[in-house]
């Protein structure tokens, strides 16, 4: 059987540090070792007797423990994980990460680690929205952390957004998915505590190299857009943009900077991703092409193909029998044009919406908009279920070398293979 896998836990100092208990315990109960730092800040929150009792493991707090020194020193501790957690990460430690300090045990073998490292936040809505926070998280992405976006709610503060802890199931199923992760494990490496792995077979990076897209921009459109017919009415589809934000979400995480032009939709920005929103194609075109040079475009937004020729400055009223008819203009194709761009992206890659012959269409389309790769999904079925607006994702990625299908996944973990492979193509 294979060796189970080992989590470094590390705790820093915050209301939400409780959580970081049943997270222990959820680590163990899926068949996986754990050892815990705690932070001197986090002792004020949760005790050692408290993480050692639950993690049958002697706890950290020092870097001046002569007899961990001898017995374990802070490089091993750094090195032994197979994928280190800071839960919660506070502003404080994420700021000390970013800047490279190592004042105490905790930052200490963060700065020593060759190890992957997930970051969960959690702090009050302010610190999060600081433009210093997200300077900082920026950098870790760009530096290889892996950042966890935090819940939305009501906080320990009184004040409410974004900044909460995530609960502690979802930070396990993060965990469960970075270990199954092209960017982590190599396939076929993978533990059968996890369940089955949805990436055995595919081409995988080797653990040390977890930042395939490092130094690269990368450009991704998401979400539908609206084209006004007049102030209350408009041309809409179902893209939810969740497709989309997930794969700006793995390129930032595989250390791209990355740029997410999006359409109207309400999802969170994945942290550490530059946002520029939008709402109608002519808006979309001009964000994409201000947004050159990029290494890589994603054009996942589903586009409106058209869009009312002329716009009512005042909303059409109700009279008479029938309207007069709406007369509709073709909107620029903002994929074709960047493919005849004189700063076309070395790897330019589109999206295809399917209800039948999917490959088919999306060998069709790849010549016809001059792209390098079409990633086909499959939206058909009744509405509701279908992929367009729903939480997973069922595709062909057709590239000049063939056709792969993918069976159906959950849209993060099409994003994560989908940036695996732009690694792979790029290297
Ligand atoms: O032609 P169709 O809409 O099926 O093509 C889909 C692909 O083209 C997607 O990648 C979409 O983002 C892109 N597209 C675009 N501009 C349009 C229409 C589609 O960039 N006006």
């Known amino acids: 059987m294979a060796k189970s896998k080992h989590i470094l836990l590390v705790i820093g100092g915050g209301i939400a540090a409780y959580k970081a208990a049943e997270l222990i315990r959820l680590i163990r109960k899926s068949g996986m070792t754990v050892r815990c730092v705690l932070t001197e800040s986090g002792a004020q929150f949760v005790t050692p007797m408290t993480l050692a009792a639950l993690s049958e493991n002697e706890v950290h707090t020092t870097l001046w423990s002569l007899k961990d020194e001898t017995e374990m020193g802070h490089i091993q501790l750094s090195r032994e994980a197979d994928l280190i957690v800071i839960c919660p ?29 997930l970051a969960v936040p959690a702090m009050n809505v302010r610190m999060w929205q600081h433009a210093a926070t997200q300077r900082n998280i920026a950098q870790l992405k760009t530096d290889g952390i892996i950042v966890m976006q935090p819940d939305e709610g009501d906080m320990a503060c009184g004040e409410f957004g974004p900044g909460r802890l995530p609960e502690p199931d979802v930070v396990m199923a993060e965990i469960a998915s970075l270990l199954r992760s092209p960017f982590l494990t190599g396939a076929g490496s993978l533990q059968s505590e996890l369940g089955p792995n949805p990436l055995d077979g595919q081409p995988a990076f080797a653990p040390d190299q977890h930042r395939p897209l490092h130094g690269k921009h990368v450009l991704v459109t998401a979400g539908p857009t609206h084209e006004p017919i007049d102030p209350v009415r408009y041309i809409a589809n179902r893209s939810s943009g969740r497709q989309g934000f997930a794969i700006a979400a793995a390129a930032a995480d595989a250390g791209a900077r990355v740029t997410l032009v999006a359409g109207p939709v309400h999802l969170p920005t994945p942290a550490g991703v530059m946002r520029v929103d939008v709402e109608t194609a002519i808006e979309m075109e001009k964000a994409v092409l201000d947004a050159l040079p990029a290494d890589v475009a994603i054009m996942v937004a589903a586009v409106a193909d058209w869009r009312a020729d002329s716009q009512s400055g005042q909303k059409i009223k109700k009279e008479g029998a029938a309207p007069a008819p709406l007369k509709l203009t073709e909107n620029p194709d903002i994929l074709a044009g960047l493919a005849r761009h004189d700063q076309r992206p070395g790897l330019l ?40 607006g729903g939480t997973d994702n069922s595709v062909h990625i057709v590239t000049g070398s063939g056709t792969e299908i993918w069976e159906r996944l959950p849209k993060m973990e099409v994003a994560r293979r989908l940036v695996a492979k732009i690694g792979k193509e790029i290297s």
């Open 349 to 388: 890659i589109g999206f295809a919406a399917e209800t039948e012959k999917i490959s088919e269409h999306a060998k069709a389309k790849l010549e016809k908009k001059s792209c390098d790769w079409i990633v086909a999904n499959d939206v058909s079925g009744p509405i509701g279920e279908s992929v367009m």
């Open 89 to 117: 990460a506070t502003a404080n430690l994420l700021a000390k990460m970013a800047g490279g300090i190592a004042d105490d045990l905790a930052t200490t073998l963060l700065l020593a680690t060759n190890r992957p490292v």
